[in-house]
């Protein structure tokens, strides 16, 4: 007797669609998963992007005030110089301390500012913090262009050196517009020996072979520094600015109230630096408290004294209004956070104001300057001293102590004024222009026409 098979048919394609549905369902697993890693990877690109620091960033606001070592940054405070206080940070490697020091100085010789400058970008390469190295190389360039107090031989070192430094940071384009700033000074600056110009061409030529390949602009600045390393025998023609805005101050002796509070905030301060260099920063709010008071009882002092410093001369009043100004910075700093602790609360609430009030003090100086100016006895004295002026607030601009500047205004005042130089047939040798298509934007010496 025979049976029919039974068909295995039924029992093989249930473990088949099982597998089929088992390998769909991993197949969106795994596709599900992917979204989710590409969504965030694309929001870690976003937040990064958000806030890693830019070349360009506003100086004041690149501060990171938690890394200040205050036991050094209120020495200043207490009376001691900034460049020195710098420089002691620099050799502790609180480079954050010194970065505060420098970014708000506002008395520091033009030389020693740009030297502390270039060692501390430094060591932020050396840190590995590039983008901060190349911050603090943009403070160096407008020192370099804008600061005619520098001797040119500094201008250009310190422009040589950004372009390392900005090469190093991998800002390459910023490196080649460093080094044709520093190419320009040399070749234009007249009265430079053939020696002094091959040794300024040399060192920048080494400076750029690096980066020379990279893009067009570099090649053809390497090729001119190359070729005036060789002929450096350039004639550089027209006229440099000579600095004599700051020779018009003359100081003001505080009154003694003003005198007397700013003694108390310099006792108080060294009070709370050796308490927290004591302490490690423990247990320090009753000395802390005694310096916020004694920061209000001097801001009140200097509130009277300049609304009313009785019989003045237009040199005193130049004295006078830099020295409000200098205290505006101050009073912004601790706003800030600039000391590396809350100093005066009430001064962190009124950040705008003191923002507005120091752009009014800046545009009280230039008119005060413009005044001077008018006084010169030749248009060519008036049109120089006019340059400087604006040379000084352009720099101020650069360094975020000229808050809401109108920097593309400064630029068109310059060029104004430089080709009426031009017309008297007096030409300014390193004329300077706003160039919104530089890297960054900014002022740059420009070629002669």
């Not at 001064?347 to 800046?362: F, I, K, P, V, Y």
Request: hydrophobic share 45%; proline share 6%; net charge negative.
């Amino acid at each position: 007797m025979s049976y029919p098979l039974l068909s295995d048919q039924p029992q093989s394609d249930a473990p088949q669609r099982r597998r089929i549905w088992l390998e769909r369902l991993l197949l969106a697993a795994f596709l599900f998963c992917l979204l989710i890693g590409l969504a965030a990877l694309a929001v870690f690109f976003v937040l990064r992007s958000d806030t890693q620091p830019s070349i360009n960033a506003d100086p004041l606001q690149s501060v990171r005030v938690e890394l200040i070592a205050p036991q050094i940054a209120l020495r200043e405070l207490s009376g001691d110089a900034a460049a020195g206080l710098a420089g002691q940070a620099l050799q502790a490697g609180h480079l954050e301390t010194a970065r505060s020091l420098l970014t708000f100085a506002t008395d520091i010789p033009a030389v020693e500012y740009g030297a502390r400058l270039t060692t501390l970008a430094r060591a932020y390469l050396a840190r590995g913090e590039p983008e901060m190295a190349a911050q603090v190389a943009q403070l160096i360039i407008a020192a370099a262009i804008l600061d005619d107090t520098l001797p040119v031989l500094e201008r250009v070192n310190l422009l040589t050196q950004s372009a390392d430094i900005l090469y190093r940071s991998s800002f390459a384009d910023a490196a080649t517009d460093a080094a044709t700033q520093a190419l320009r000074i040399a070749a234009q600056t007249p009265g430079l020996l053939p020696a002094q110009r091959s040794a300024l061409f040399t060192d920048l030529s080494e400076v750029v072979a690096p980066f020379a390949g990279q893009t067009e602009a570099a090649r053809a600045l390497n090729a001119q520094v190359n070729d005036f390393a060789r002929n450096p025998y350039l004639i550089g023609a027209g006229l440099l600015v000579t600095p004599t805005m700051m020779t018009f101050s003359q100081p003001l002796a505080y009154d003694s109230s003003t005198q007397e509070k700013i003694m108390a905030r310099q006792s108080a301060a060294r009070i709370l630096a050796d308490r927290i260099e004591f302490t490690g920063g423990i247990d320090i709010e009753p000395e802390r408290q005694a310096l916020a008071e004694a920061l209000l009882a001097e801001d009140q002092a200097r509130t009277q004294f300049y609304q009313n410093p009785g019989e003045i001369s237009r040199g005193q009043q130049v004295w006078l209004l830099l020295d409000r100004r200098a205290w505006l910075v101050e009073k912004m700093r601790v706003a800030m956070q600039g000391y590396g602790l809350v100093l005066q609360p009430a001064w962190e609430g009124q950040l705008g104001q003191l923002r507005t009030e120091l752009n009014a003090a800046n545009n009280t100086l230039s008119a005060v300057m413009s005044a001077y100016a008018n006084d010169q006895p030749t248009p060519l004295d008036k049109s120089l001293l006019q340059i400087e002026t604006q040379h000084w607030l352009a720099q101020q601009t650069t360094r975020g102590l000229y808050p809401d500047a109108p920097a593309t205004t400064i630029g068109d005042l310059l060029r104004s004024l430089q080709d009426d130089l031009t017309r008297q047939e007096n030409p300014l040798a390193l004329p300077i222009a706003y160039d919104p298509t530089a890297a960054p934007p900014g002022f740059r010496i420009q070629s002669p026409p």
